[in-house]
Structures are given as C-alpha cells and as structure tokens.
C-alpha cells in the first residue's frame, strides 16, 4: 500500500528492529513517488554512496535525515538536495559546505527548510552561513559532542532575530536507554538566558527516536517546542 511507504530507513544492517526495513532501488523506483520521510545512513545496505540515487527516486521528501560522514557531499548530491521542497532537514553541514567550498560556489539557498538539525562538531559553523542557506529557518538544533557548543546558537538567535522559534542542543546520553528525547536541566551548562533555548537529551536508540517523530510522536521538535510553550506559558503567569 502507498501510505506504507511514506517512511523509509536505510540502515547500515537489515537486521535493525524499526519496521521499514532496507528497501532495493527497485522497490524506490516504484514507490518512492510515495515517500515523504526518509533516513539515509551511512553504510546503508544495497545502496553504497549512492545517496543521490535514492533521493532522487522521492521527489515529494517532506523531510530527510542525511545522517552520513562529514566528508565533502559529491555534487550529484548537493543538487539531489536543491532539487527537493524540504521542511525537515537533518545534515552535517561540514559536509555539504565543503562540497560546495570544493566547487568554488558561493552559498547556496535550500528557501522551503524551516527545522535544521545539524550534525557534528561546531567547529568552524558560521551563523551567517546557516542564514544565506536557510532563509525561512524557524527551528535549529545542534546535534553536536562539543561540550558547550552555544556561541553558534546565540549567534543564529542574534541573526535570525524573531524569526528563530527555538534553538535546540541535542546531547547523545549512552547511560540512558529511552528513543525519545528528554528535557535536561541546564545548570551544568554554560547557557542562553533566552527561553527559546532547550537542552534536550536522548539514549543511543536514535534511529527510533527519528522514526517516531515523523510518526507525530515525542521527537527532538516536539519535545523541543513543549518545552519552549510551557516556559512561555509559566512566563506569562508570573507577570
């Protein structure tokens, strides 16, 4: 059925427990008319770096987790990329910026993204480059193992202005075991007195966790964006 395959994984193993399991090229040149959401891992069986290849299989991607290494994207890929109407993307944007500092290109617009999740170290990441990328950003975070990796957030606040809703830093905690992200108590943090700002913290069940928030469950943007309402609402009161 068509609506079966509006979420697709590829993983680096068949064997992961998500329901949607690898599909063959085959079986996305078929269906992928079909795919809004969509999970691309490095390694991911059956496809090799042919990255571009599935994506352009899934004209209609509403959201895509490009979760693959930080070396520079080909430019099949960068253009697989422009060519789409994304809202949700989640990319190493080492990646896809040395792709294009390989090609001697200026940046390049991606106008439909409004949530942006970028993975990886900080290092390096120019809020103004978020900014000419990303004109229509509303939602940011930051899945990074810097230990503090805030000036990047507060820069994008100051730039973006009212426009950014929330600002989100995302911490992988392997003590934990939950797919679904979690609020976290910042006072161990160096932090943005900005109530649009949320530290959020999340087991190595990541894959489960995206999958369940394209499903409209307790993923990164809900939980993010709960977080923010309540801080809001408890603002509010105490005027």
């Known amino acids: 059925m068509p609506h079966f395959y509006e979420v697709v994984i590829f993983h680096y193993t068949s064997?992961?427990?998500?329901?949607?399991?690898?599909l063959s090229l085959q079986h996305l040149a078929e269906n992928g008319k079909h795919v809004r959401h969509m999970l691309l891992h490095s390694g991911s069986c059956g496809i090799g770096d042919g990255f571009s290849v599935c994506i352009d299989k899934c004209p209609n991607l509403r959201s895509l987790a490009l979760w693959i290494n930080d070396n520079p994207y080909s430019p099949e890929l960068v253009q697989s990329l422009l060519r789409l109407r994304l809202e949700f993307l989640s990319f190493n944007i080492h990646g896809f910026s040395a792709a294009l500092k390989k090609q001697g290109a200026s940046p390049i617009s991606l106008p439909t993204v409004t949530h942006l999740e970028l993975?990886?170290?900080?290092?390096?990441?120019?809020?103004?480059?978020?900014?000419?990328?990303?004109?229509?950003?509303?939602?940011?975070?930051?899945?990074s193992?810097?230990?503090?990796?805030?000036?990047?957030?507060?820069?994008?606040?100051?730039?973006?202005?009212?426009?950014?809703?929330?600002?989100?830093?995302?911490?992988?905690?392997?003590?934990?075991?939950?797919?679904?992200?979690?609020?976290?108590?910042?006072?161990?943090?160096?932090?943005?007195?900005?109530?649009?700002?949320?530290?959020?913290?999340?087991?190595?069940?990541?894959?489960?966790?995206?999958?369940?928030?394209?499903?409209?469950?307790?993923?990164?943007?809900?939980?993010?964006?709960?977080?923010?309402?309540?801080?809001?609402?408890?603002?509010?009161?105490?005027?």
């Open 145 to 239: 193992p810097d230990r503090n990796p805030i000036t990047v957030l507060r820069d994008a606040l100051d730039i973006f202005g009212d426009q950014l809703k929330l600002v989100t830093w995302y911490r992988w905690d392997y003590r934990t075991v939950q797919a679904s992200p979690t609020v976290e108590c910042t006072s161990n943090y160096i932090v943005i007195d900005e109530p649009r700002f949320v530290v959020l913290s999340c087991g190595p069940d990541f894959i489960n966790g995206w999958h369940e928030g394209v499903k409209g469950g307790l993923g990164i943007w809900r939980a993010a964006t709960e977080a923010v309402e309540a801080r809001r609402a408890g603002i509010r009161e105490s005027v």
């Open 119 to 143: 993975l990886g170290t900080t290092t390096g990441v120019d809020a103004r480059l978020i900014r000419a990328s990303f004109p229509a950003l509303t939602h940011l975070a930051l899945i």
């Open 15 to 22: 064997d992961f427990h998500v329901p949607h399991r690898n």
